[in-house]
């Protein structure tokens, strides 16, 4: 058992200090993960103190999970696209479509020479380019630092392997055009 999964295992077991140390240390990544569905910073915060109240009350039902990172961006995801529906009176159904953004993580490197703001920019135009389902990808692997498993169950695909496959494809196609072997 790795250190979250005690921390998780203490927290279950009604450890205040347990689930201070969880809040600490997933409030921020879940916060940047949240905010790329919906831009109302204020809703994101609700959605994120709603989640760690739910999880503190219903603590003791909860099972021991495989990777607490991924119950709770899987668990984020659910409770922004419910609270999306809800304010804009749509049906729940999360459709293949909506909106992902996706920005550099705040301790990104300055571009230190030209030719480097210059690639800098021809990858960001291609990354928009990319559907909200690959950019959601992408900021899971990449910035969440999650497994193609658990990217698969936070996206609800069938195999983990489709989440190899397209974050391979979009790398192959992001190679190809910035021309990088």
Same mark, same amino acid.
């Given at each position: 058992?790795?250190?979250?999964?005690?921390?998780?295992?203490?927290?279950?077991?009604?450890?205040? /200090?347990?689930?201070?140390?969880?809040?600490? /240390?997933?409030?921020?990544?879940?916060?940047?993960?949240?905010?790329?569905?919906?831009?109302?910073?204020?809703?994101?915060?609700?959605?994120?103190?709603?989640?760690?109240?739910?999880?503190?009350?219903?603590?003791?039902?909860?099972?021991?999970?495989?990777?607490? /990172?991924?119950?709770?961006?899987?668990?984020?995801?659910?409770?922004?696209?419910?609270?999306?529906?809800?304010?804009?009176?749509?049906?729940?159904?999360?459709?293949?479509?909506?909106?992902?953004?996706?920005?550099?993580?705040?301790?990104?490197?300055?571009?230190?020479?030209?030719?480097?703001?210059?690639?800098?920019?021809?990858?960001?135009?291609?990354?928009?380019?990319?559907?909200?389902?690959?950019?959601?990808?992408?900021?899971?692997?990449?910035?969440?630092?999650?497994?193609?498993?658990?990217?698969?169950?936070?996206?609800?695909?069938?195999?983990?392997?489709?989440?190899?496959?397209?974050?391979?494809?979009?790398?192959?196609?992001?190679?190809?055009?910035?021309?990088?072997?």
């Amino acid at each position: 058992m790795d250190s979250e999964q005690l921390l998780w295992e203490d927290f279950r077991k009604g450890s205040e /200090k347990a689930f201070e140390q969880l809040y600490a /240390k997933f409030y921020h990544v879940l916060f940047d993960y949240a905010v790329r569905f919906s831009p109302d910073k204020a809703l994101v915060k609700d959605c994120i103190q709603e989640l760690f109240i739910e999880i503190w009350e219903k603590r003791r039902h909860i099972a021991q999970v495989s990777s607490v /990172k991924g119950y709770l961006f899987v668990s984020i995801r659910r409770k922004i696209f419910r609270k999306l529906a809800t304010k804009e009176n749509q049906p729940q159904h999360i459709d293949s479509e909506y909106q992902f953004t996706v920005v550099p993580p705040h301790d990104a490197v300055l571009i230190r020479n030209e030719q480097h703001r210059q690639q800098t920019a021809l990858l960001e135009k291609h990354v928009s380019n990319l559907s909200p389902r690959q950019k959601e990808v992408i900021f899971l692997k990449f910035h969440g630092d999650l497994s193609y498993q658990e990217i698969s169950e936070i996206m609800e695909l069938k195999d983990p392997r489709y989440a190899r496959q397209i974050i391979y494809r979009i790398l192959d196609k992001l190679r190809e055009v910035m021309k990088i072997s």
